[in-house]
């Protein structure tokens, strides 16, 4: 079985082996092709699939092949019946899921993740038929209504993902040549009886439901406890869910993970039947309404992952994480209570992500953030509403490990973002609404590894440095700031690695940089709701891995080039609101398509 769509991770790759056997063909072993009739099924299948991907994914599903050797298809030695499906983020995009699958009745694994097969309601019927299923993934693919009671009946499941699903899939711009409107006024998965879903999962390790709507389900915290007694992942963010957090949940002692993020919207006191769990590694509590004072965890040695943002929680003494050494993820709200009786966060030093949310912008609390250059192992860190001077960025700017910086919401002093240039191991950037009043600054060529940058929503003052041509890893770019002032220097032609491009501001004018012609590598382009004006570059229709060129709301004029006929990769095209003439988009449509 050959999977190219996308990488499973670890703990799901080494759970499919023990769970599937694996195809042998071409090894010595003794197998058997597969059976004609599930071949037939999976190129019905493969009829109902439209492709998002070039080139197609499922070339190797051919008829009069056999489909054991497929791309995503495993199948069992001794048999030759498919036990294996994985399909996840292949871009296919269907109207709804084909009933043809559950003749598939050998599947022990099924992943057709980070598609789009919405907005259509799962079969309400079929999906009991696969009772030999012990991984089902369906996951960000735009499934919307009921959870079909057939998935409660499926008793060997081991890991059920269907979270993430709310009416379009992870390629919804690109697949509305194949959606109806007749489930349009449904936007999510929902269960309407918890307790009848999980009755008969008692083989459940893992449980992923993240925004699929439960709101009805008042009684969740029981149904958990009674049915899934060997539950390791419980991750129910954003699902409605109402509180208090119930005491029986504390019979579930193999949680690793627990992730109930956004909900509980009423006030209530923190769960202290976590403090319990001795195998907890992942604790998301984020936005969660929950207040008073956070206890005292019984065992901190596991613990590696505590999100605790958008709460009302109060913490200990000086040092209240130092005793964490095991962790290395915290994001936390911080206030002038938060920081009352405390000169830092007392984190311990193996940390390597933090997020930290400025909640009380009247206070000085600069003091925490000296502190965060003491984080040497930190690799990612994100901030949002910091009032940053001269000193307390400086500090920031000293974590010569840091790999990732967001910034969100945050002001600046003038001396102080061109310190950012010290930050020189930064593969990622992003500045969000943040305030300077000034220019870009150089610095920002010196951070000669960086392969994204976001700055969006930015108060600067001047043009874009020439220095930004020195980026030469850059695979991602994008600009959409206040006062910045053309025109783009021609050194952005030397991101030769560049593969997205997106520039939008209403300040540039003039037409488009002859550089941006020269990046070979761009499969997007975005300058839209800009000043740019003048024809289209001939040479735009050269850029032959392009799939998206987006250069509406602008004040380009002339003919439309009959070189954007040579992109054949195009998926994505927006020339509206401009002054063009000559060759209808329509036809052009018709040309890519």
Request: hydrophobic share 40%; aromatic share 8%.
């Amino acid at each position: 079985m050959a999977l190219i769509c996308r990488v499973l991770p670890a703990f799901l790759v080494v759970l499919a082996a023990l769970a599937t056997p694996s195809n042998s063909h071409g090894d010595g072993k003794l197998t058997l092709p597969c059976h004609p009739d599930q071949a037939a099924t999976l190129l019905q299948l493969k009829k109902s699939f439209s492709f998002l991907r070039y080139p197609n994914p499922l070339e190797s599903w051919q008829d009069g092949t056999d489909c054991c050797l497929w791309e995503g298809v495993g199948c069992s030695n001794s048999s030759g019946r498919v036990t294996a499906l994985e399909l996840g983020g292949c871009g296919l995009c269907s109207q709804g899921l084909d009933p043809a699958i559950f003749d598939l009745t050998s599947l022990q694994v099924l992943d057709l993740s980070m598609n789009n097969f919405g907005p259509y309601s799962l079969p309400a019927n079929g999906f009991e038929r696969l009772a030999s299923l012990t991984h089902l993934n369906l996951s960000y693919s735009g499934f919307v209504g009921q959870i079909p009671t057939g998935i409660g009946k499926l008793a060997n499941l081991i890991s059920l993902d269907l979270s993430n699903n709310y009416g379009s899939g992870s390629e919804d711009s690109f697949c509305s040549h194949v959606t109806k409107t007749h489930d349009f006024f449904q936007t999510e998965l929902e269960v309407l009886n918890f307790e009848i879903l999980v009755a008969n999962l008692s083989s459940l390790r893992e449980l992923y439901l993240d925004e699929v709507d439960m709101s009805s389900s008042r009684d969740w915290c029981h149904a958990l406890a009674k049915s899934l007694p060997h539950l390791r992942v419980l991750s129910l963010s954003f699902c409605g869910l109402s509180g208090p957090i119930c005491p029986s949940l504390s019979a579930l002692h193999s949680l690793t993970m627990i992730n109930l993020e956004g909900n509980f919207d009423i006030p209530a006191p923190f769960p202290v039947l976590f403090m319990d769990f001795l195998n907890l590694s992942v604790f998301q509590l984020a936005g969660t309404n929950l207040q008073g004072h956070m206890p005292n965890f019984s065992n901190t040695s596991s613990l590696e992952t505590m999100m605790l943002d958008g709460t009302n929680l109060s913490f200990g003494k000086t040092g209240s994480f130092s005793n964490f050494k095991s962790l290395q993820t915290l994001s936390l709200d911080v206030n002038f209570a938060f920081m009352e009786h405390q000169s830092s966060l007392g984190i311990h030093k193996s940390l390597r992500h933090l997020e930290l949310t400025l909640t009380d912008s009247t206070k000085d609390l600069g003091l925490i953030l000296s502190s965060i250059g003491d984080l040497q192992n930190l690799a990612s860190l994100e901030l949002r509403g910091w009032n940053f001077s001269w000193k307390s960025f400086s500090s920031v700017a000293k974590l010569k490990n840091l790999r990732s910086l967001s910034m969100y919401y945050c002001s600046f002093t003038k001396p102080s973002l061109p310190a950012i240039g010290n930050l020189v191991n930064l593969r990622s950037l992003v500045i969000h609404q943040c305030e300077l009043n000034g220019p870009m600054p150089s610095a920002i060529g010196n951070l000669a590894d960086l392969e994204s940058l976001e700055i969006t929503d930015y108060d600067f003052l001047g043009p874009i440095p020439s220095a930004i041509g020195n980026l030469r890893s850059l695979k991602s770019l994008e600009i959409n700031a206040h006062g910045l002032l053309g025109p783009i220097p021609s050194s952005i032609g030397n991101l030769s690695s560049l593969i997205s491009l997106a520039i939008s501001t209403s300040e540039f004018s003039g037409p488009m940089p002859p550089a941006i012609c020269n990046l070979s590598n761009l499969e997007a382009l975005e300058m839209s709701n800009s000043g740019f004006s003048g024809p289209i570059p001939y040479a735009v229709g050269l850029l032959k891995k392009l799939t998206s060129l987006r250069l509406q709301e602008s004040s380009f004029s002339g003919s439309i080039p009959d070189s954007i006929f040579n992109l054949t990769r195009l998926i994505e095209l927006d020339l509206s609101f401009n002054l063009l003439s000559g060759k209808t988009i329509f036809y052009i449509l018709i040309m890519i398509t």
